[in-house]
């Protein structure tokens, strides 16, 4: 018990008085999930509207796609992004210029983009199929095109949409699978705060770890304030 | 009279179902016209067409001479516009609902406009409120404020006061009659109740069965219709 506590102390330390290890880490895992969610969001929403808009042939096959990406396991992810950019796997021997290699923010960022956008994709198709079937008659009938439509469900689903986006920062925020794979957790480069906390606690640095585990846990809990909050003023 | 709307052999089934079949139907312009009939007769259906949501499996509707439907240009499909039973609003305020009609033509500074409308539709303390918070009356004013604030040249209206109270109903008949009688815009009335029929419009027709049993003017139907199912009906007895 004495141990926890201590850390808990420890950790608290280090959080407020600037622990440049702490702060480092924080900035890599915000750079990589933050442009993560920024590339999940920009495919996955619109991608989302046409399915929750649209009916064509193979939709349900579509969708079932989705809820299968939605559940995929980062740790696999992990593993499929490995083969694909390792030195011997499918992608790296091309030794194009674009194509990220293993062990950098890049690949990472890869990696999360995958585990986050069929999260965003389901949300926001949920959402956008919630939305009053009325509606989009009743905005055909008063001549808006098919666009203009798009736009205003879309934006009747907001709410569900934030959920979409806020869902798959959860996701790729918490993972440790697929970015200890492609990242490597080294020190100054692909460390984040999920893979440092399981070094941490190897190693029984437990002030480093619980201080690395409260930022989590704050974090969290910080998006999940600011949605109740967002749909506390739609309400 | 000029013909706003003319229909001749229109057909249109569902799920292998003729819903309607309707011979030959003219709509004046300029005219309030009620279509009356009992659930399933195919009322709600031949708005469909109207509004150019739909195409008709057979036949051809003619709108200010030009074959209608989801083809027509834009601008023309915007001349019509539908008043539906239950409105979907936007999540947003009155103000904002009534405007969407405008938005979507990219009309700016539409400002006075909306206002008239407001305070004819007597919405103007509403403005600020929520749509959501609206009750079914309300509601409804605020769909036929989105409507006529558009200045549609043909307004459908599909069962609008159904369910309301006799305030709202007062409010939204008087409405009707504003608009057709000062910018002459043609009205179709989807209606069960025979006496708002008979309140509003100029000619009535009856439907059952997706077709038009009978057509005419809103004193013949009532003091002399031709056929026996017509004269069931404006005895408010059950037809099927």
């Known amino acids: 018990m004495q141990i926890i506590w201590n850390g808990i102390i420890g950790g608290l330390k280090l959080l407020f008085t600037g622990d440049p290890y702490l702060w480092g880490i924080l900035g890599v895992s915000g750079k990589v999930s933050g442009i993560a969610l920024l590339i999940s969001s920009i495919l996955g929403i619109p991608l989302g509207a046409i399915l929750g808009l649209l009916h064509f042939r193979g939709r349900r096959l579509t969708q079932a796609l989705i809820y299968t990406g939605m559940g995929l396991p980062p740790v696999v992810v992990g593993l499929a992004v490995y083969l694909l950019l390792s030195r011997h796997g499918i992608l790296g021997p091309l030794n194009w210029p674009w194509i990220p290699a293993l062990f950098t923010v890049q690949a990472m960022i890869v990696a999360q983009v995958i585990i986050a956008t069929p999260l965003v994709v389901g949300y926001t198709m949920a959402a956008v199929s919630a939305v009053n079937p009325d509606l989009r008659l009743q905005l055909q009938s008063i001549g808006a095109t098919r666009l203009q439509i798009s736009f205003y469900i879309l934006r009747e689903a907001r709410q569900g949409v934030i959920v979409a986006i806020v869902g798959g920062l959860g996701s790729i925020i918490s993972e440790v699978g697929s970015v200890m794979m492609v990242g490597g957790n080294i020190e100054g480069s692909t460390r984040v705060l999920t893979t440092a906390i399981m070094l941490e606690t190897q190693e029984g640095n437990w002030d480093k770890a619980i201080g690395l585990g409260i930022v989590l846990l704050f974090l969290s809990f910080l998006i999940n304030f600011s949605v109740t909050q967002l749909q506390g003023r739609e309400n | ?240």
Do not use: C
Request: cysteine-free; proline content about 4%; glycine content about 6%.
């Open chain 2, 1 to 240: 009279m000029n013909s706003i709307f003319s229909l001749a052999a229109v057909k249109k089934s569902y799920t292998g179902r003729l819903i309607l079949d309707v011979e030959q139907l003219d709509i004046f312009n300029g005219e309030i016209l009620a279509i009356v009939g009992p659930s399933g007769a195919g009322k709600t259906s031949l708005l469909r067409l109207l509004n150019f949501l739909e195409s008709p499996d057979s036949g051809n509707i003619q709108f200010k001479d030009q074959p209608a439907g989801p083809q027509l240009p834009l601008d023309i499909r915007r001349q019509v516009v539908t008043v539906f039973q239950r409105p979907a609003l936007l999540h947003d305020s009155v103000e904002n609902n009534v405007a969407l009609g405008l938005r979507v033509r990219g009309a700016r500074d539409a400002h006075d406009q909306i206002q008239t409308v407001l305070e004819r539709m007597g919405l103007q303390k509403l403005r600020k409120a929520h749509a959501w918070t609206l009750s079914g009356g309300e509601a409804q004013r605020v769909a036929l404020a989105r409507a006529i604030v558009v200045r549609p040249s043909v307004l459908l209206m599909d069962e609008p006061t159904a369910n309301l109270d006799p305030y709202n109903i007062e409010l939204i008949e008087k409405e009707v009659r504003q608009i057709n009688q000062s910018e002459k815009t043609t009205i179709v009335l989807v209606t069960h109740n025979i006496f708002q029929a008979k309140r509003l419009a100029h000619r009535i027709a009856l439907m059952l069965n997706g077709k038009i049993i009978e057509l005419a003017q809103t004193r013949s139907f009532f003091e002399s219709p031709q056929d026996a199912r017509t004269r069931t009906f404006v005895n408010g007895e059950m037809i099927y």
